[in-house]
Nanobody, 119 residues
């Protein structure tokens, strides 16, 4: 069973940067597609970014494209989300998740980390 632990959230001013980390347990981490999602207060959870197991394919929501970068280090069982040029509308709880079968079904989630961007 894979377990995920996010870290790196916090309070930042608009225009600033944060890097989120998601540490995963499990021997087969390097075979999984990993994703980042977020949920703002009163809103549904939304997709942010996704990275294939090899790291050679990434996908982003239009709202973060050009500002966020997803990456992974399979040797460390960790996926990252570098967030630049942050905006107040990026404020949310950020979650990482596992897509074991590369079918856009995420079946394991972390507990989330809060990101707050002040204006």
């Amino acid at each position: 069973q894979v377990q995920l632990v996010e870290s790196g959230g916090g309070l930042v001013q608009a225009g600033g940067s944060l890097r989120l980390s998601c540490a995963a347990s499990g021997r087969t981490f390097n075979t999984y597609v990993m994703g980042w999602f977020r949920q703002a207060p009163g809103k549904e959870r939304e997709f942010v970014a996704r990275i294939r197991w090899s790291g050679d394919y990434t996908n982003y929501a239009d709202s973060v494209k050009g500002r966020f970068i997803i990456s992974r280090d399979n040797a460390k069982n960790t996926v990252y989300l570098q967030m630049n040029s942050l905006k107040p509308e990026d404020t949310a709880v950020y979650y990482c998740a596992v897509d074991r079968n590369s079918d856009y079904v995420y079946d394991t989630w972390g507990q989330g980390t809060q990101v707050t961007v002040s204006s």
